[in-house]
Each structure stands twice: as structure tokens, then as C-alpha cells.
């Protein structure tokens, strides 16, 4: 099994081969996704609302960052990890950004990190890719700043978001970006983004023009039920399978139903003779 790589990345947009990436948050659930085939796997900053409960990403810190981050390496053994550098992580100088980025690749043992954002970042893109740190970008909704754009909407439906998000595709290319994630865009859009630039998009709402694609494991699985965007797709109803497993758990207590002998472990008698 082949590990993927940033280069993967770039081959695959080449040879045509569309690129998988799911989230992960946790151990147990990166080495069923990695087991799973996927080719690369997100730690992102969303962790902040399907695990930690939030009503949004701004609140998570680099230090969840990286403590989720190390949880998710951990599990791997084929895909890329990709780390969500958090609010405020990267908007304050160059330096910041570069020692920031350094701490998810080498305490988080993240593979690259992501930044939200396009023309208005381009500067800690380049310093990141001079420092050997990958960075995949990410344009349109940009959930870090969704008080800026009035909400969870999607991005690039007028000519000025459009080009914006086009432009900025072709600075991060530039820059040194090896994928840029779309999110919430026109399908038809991503799809001129991903005919521009060399480096594969990866789509979030954004269609099947993209070179990849990626959802928030939670949501393809039917497991994060406080919303549930119009782009996802449930694979399986994972919700109601473990409601209706505690229900029965909780049931066969109760009847003494649970734990059967088969659960339990033995002790001689003469043992228990002693004790008594």
C-alpha cells in the first residue's frame, strides 16, 4: 500500500485519478477511514462544532489543533494528513503563522496544513511552502469568516465573488499550494477554478468537476444531526443504528439480560471459600 503523498496529489490531478478526503477528529475513526482506502484525510477546524460542540470554528485553538491532529496521526498509515490551522493562527504576522504551521507538522505530526483564504494570505503561503510546510488552500464559504460574510452562505454567485475566487485560485498556485479545497460554490464555477490552475481542487459543495472531493465524516455517516448541509450525502444512518444500540444496551440492563456468563470471568471455589 502505497503511502499518498503531496506529489499524489498532483499525479493524480495529471493521470485523472479523482482524490478522496474525509475528516477525521480521532484515532479509532483515522484508522477505519485509512483502512478504508481514503486517500487523504482532513483534521479540521469544524472539530470545533461535530465534537466539541460549538455553533462555529472560530473558538477552536491551535492547542486542539494539534492535540486532535497527534490523535489522527497516529491511526494513519496511507493518507495524507492535512491539519486546519485555526482562527487567528495565521492572520497575524508571517512569523506567527510559519511557528503556528511548524507546531502542527511537528508536534500534531500533520503531513501539511490548510489556510482559509486567498490574495489576503498569499504572503504566509509563500513563507510556509519556503519553510518545506505544505499548504493546501481554501476559497470560497470560508468558515472562519462567516461573521464577515453574514452567515453559512454560498460563495461566488455574482461576477465580483466569482473572479475573486478564481484570481485567488491561481495566486495560491502560485504561491505554492498543492490543492485548494471549494467550498459552497457554483458548480460551474469549480469547475472553470479546476480547469485554471495545475493543482487539483478538492470539492465541499462546489460538484463533480472537481479533482476530489471531501465531506465531514459525521455527516456521510449519518452521526452529526444538528444540520445537515444540502451537499451531503448519507452513506448510512450511523445515528439511529447507536440510539437504537444504547436503547437496547440500556433495556438488558435493567432485565439482567447483561452481562450473560459468556462476559464474565471465573474464580475458583475454594478461593471464594477464604473469602467468605
Given at each position: 500500500?502505497?503511502?499518498?503523498?503531496?506529489?499524489s496529489?498532483?499525479?493524480?490531478?495529471?493521470?485523472?485519478?479523482k482524490?478522496?478526503?474525509?475528516?477525521?477528529?480521532?484515532?479509532?475513526?483515522?484508522?477505519?477511514?485509512?483502512?478504508?482506502?481514503?486517500?487523504?484525510?482532513?483534521?479540521?477546524?469544524?472539530?470545533?462544532m461535530?465534537?466539541?460542540?460549538?455553533?462555529n470554528?472560530?473558538?477552536?485553538?491551535?492547542?486542539?489543533?494539534i492535540?486532535?491532529?497527534?490523535?489522527?496521526?497516529r491511526?494513519?498509515?496511507?493518507?495524507?494528513?492535512?491539519?486546519?490551522?485555526?482562527?487567528?493562527?495565521?492572520?497575524?504576522?508571517?512569523?506567527?503563522?510559519?511557528?503556528?504551521?511548524?507546531?502542527?507538522?511537528?508536534?500534531g505530526?500533520a503531513?501539511?496544513?490548510?489556510?482559509?483564504?486567498g490574495?489576503?494570505?498569499?504572503?504566509?503561503?509563500?513563507a510556509?511552502?519556503?519553510a518545506?510546510?505544505?499548504?493546501v488552500?481554501?476559497?470560497?464559504?470560508?468558515?472562519?469568516?462567516?461573521?464577515?460574510?453574514?452567515?453559512?452562505?454560498?460563495?461566488?454567485?455574482?461576477?465580483?465573488?466569482?473572479?475573486?475566487?478564481?484570481?485567488?485560485?491561481?495566486?495560491?498556485q502560485?504561491?505554492?499550494?498543492?490543492?485548494?479545497v471549494?467550498?459552497?460554490?457554483?458548480?460551474?464555477?469549480?469547475?472553470?477554478v479546476?480547469?485554471?490552475?495545475?493543482?487539483?481542487?478538492?470539492?465541499?459543495?462546489?460538484?463533480?468537476?472537481?479533482?476530489?472531493?471531501?465531506?465531514?465524516t459525521q455527516?456521510?455517516?449519518?452521526?452529526?444531526?444538528?444540520?445537515?448541509?444540502?451537499?451531503?450525502?448519507?452513506y448510512?444512518?450511523?445515528?439511529?443504528?447507536?440510539?437504537?444500540?444504547?436503547?437496547?444496551?440500556?433495556q438488558?440492563?435493567?432485565?439482567?439480560?447483561?452481562?450473560?456468563?459468556?462476559?464474565?470471568?471465573?474464580?475458583?471455589?475454594?478461593?471464594?471459600?477464604?473469602?467468605?
Open positions: 500500500m502505497n503511502k499518498f503523498t503531496t506529489a496529489f498532483i499525479k493524480s490531478k495529471k493521470e485523472g485519478h482524490i478522496s478526503m474525509l475528516t477525521a477528529y480521532d484515532y479509532s475513526t483515522a484508522k477505519l477511514v485509512d483502512e478504508a482506502g481514503v486517500d487523504s484525510i482532513l483534521v479540521g477546524d469544524s472539530l470545533g461535530v465534537v466539541l460542540g460549538y455553533d470554528t472560530l473558538q477552536v485553538t491551535l492547542e486542539d489543533m492535540h486532535h491532529t497527534k490523535a489522527v496521526a491511526g494513519v498509515k496511507r493518507a495524507l494528513v492535512i491539519g486546519d490551522m485555526p482562527f487567528l493562527s495565521y492572520h497575524v504576522s508571517v512569523e506567527e503563522t510559519i511557528k503556528n504551521a511548524g507546531r502542527l507538522i511537528q508536534e505530526n503531513h501539511a496544513v490548510k489556510l482559509e483564504g490574495k489576503e494570505i498569499i504572503d504566509k503561503v509563500e510556509l511552502v519556503k518545506q510546510i505544505p499548504v488552500g481554501h476559497l470560497g464559504l470560508t468558515p472562519q469568516s462567516v461573521n464577515m460574510m453574514g452567515g453559512f452562505k454560498v460563495q461566488g454567485k455574482n461576477e465580483a465573488q466569482a473572479k475573486k475566487i478564481i484570481d485567488d485560485a491561481k495566486l495560491l502560485e504561491a505554492g499550494a498543492f490543492a485548494i471549494l467550498e459552497c460554490i457554483p458548480e460551474k464555477l469549480a469547475k472553470l479546476s480547469e485554471s490552475v495545475d493543482i487539483p481542487t478538492i470539492g465541499i459543495g462546489a460538484g463533480k468537476y472537481c479533482d476530489g472531493q471531501v465531506l465531514v455527516d456521510m455517516l449519518g452521526m452529526y444531526s444538528d444540520f445537515t448541509p444540502k451537499f451531503v450525502k448519507k448510512i444512518d450511523m445515528g439511529t443504528s447507536i440510539r437504537e444500540a444504547v436503547v437496547s444496551y440500556c438488558e440492563i435493567q432485565e439482567g439480560v447483561f452481562p450473560e456468563e459468556k462476559h464474565t470471568f471465573t474464580i475458583d471455589e475454594e478461593t471464594m471459600k477464604k473469602l467468605y
